[in-house]
């Protein structure tokens, strides 16, 4: 059974500080993306990494996928209210297997 | 183009009726998964279906709970005979096609409530 396993589960910072998500797995699989979801609302997607120690940025946000495509992070530079939100990672292989999702709140 | 649609948005039930619930992919997505997310949890994968096929249905529940997605309309998540724990957000997300790095985009999802 493939698993993914997001930490920290809840995230309350000040703004402008930084913070990483972490998203671990013991499985192998053939892209990672995360999802930012807001209350009331469906998953959006932020990013889809697909190849071994690959970078990308999204303004502020930059996600990075583990050489051997088991693990993923994401880090989010001075942290803004607007940033608050539950960030959700998922592992593709047929269907996405997701983490727990890391609650993060942004206090101004 | 529009996104992935999902009606109604939020349902209420009592114990022992059905559920329906009705999810239109983006405009020439051909792929459609459903998921529930359950209080304080992740999304769980339920089944996975291309046109008047399920491929994947290994996350569905043995009884009560069906899905299909005919050649014309939308995909249907059904449950009979609902159940207090049915109580959850039941997402539709779609895909173009099979890529491998199976992109997904999610609809809003329906609330289900069950009294």
């Known amino acids: 059974t493939q698993l993914l396993e997001q930490s920290p589960q809840f995230l309350s910072i000040q703004e402008g500080e930084n913070l990483t998500v972490y998203c671990n797995s013991s499985s192998v699989f053939s892209s990672l993306q995360w999802y930012r979801q807001e209350p009331g609302e469906g998953p959006v997607l932020l990013v889809t990494?697909?190849?071994?120690?690959e970078v990308k940025k999204l303004k502020r946000l930059t996600f990075q996928f583990g050489d051997a495509r088991k693990d993923s992070s994401l880090h989010i530079t001075a942290a803004q209210p607007g940033d608050t939100g539950l960030y959700l990672c998922a592992g593709a292989g047929g269907k996405l297997i997701f983490g727990q999702g890391t609650t993060l709140q942004v206090k101004p | 183009n529009a996104g992935v649609m999902q009606n109604p948005r939020h349902l209420v039930r009592r114990r022992g009726q059905e559920a329906r619930l009705r999810c239109s992919p983006m405009?020439?997505?051909?792929?459609v998964y459903w998921y529930r997310q359950l209080p304080e949890e992740g999304l769980k994968f339920m089944v996975y279906l291309q046109k008047e096929n399920i491929i994947d249905e290994s996350g569905m529940p043995k009884e009560r709970f069906s899905a299909e997605f005919p050649k014309e309309g939308p995909s249907i998540l059904r449950i009979q005979q609902v159940v207090r724990g049915d109580s959850a957000a039941y997402f539709c997300?779609?895909?173009?096609?099979?890529?491998?790095?199976?992109?997904?985009?999610f609809g809003p999802g329906t609330r289900l409530l069950v009294l």
């Open positions: 405009k020439g997505h051909s792929h």
């Open positions: 997300a779609s895909s173009p096609l099979w890529t491998g790095t199976e992109t997904q985009y």
């Open positions: 990494v697909v190849t071994g120690g």
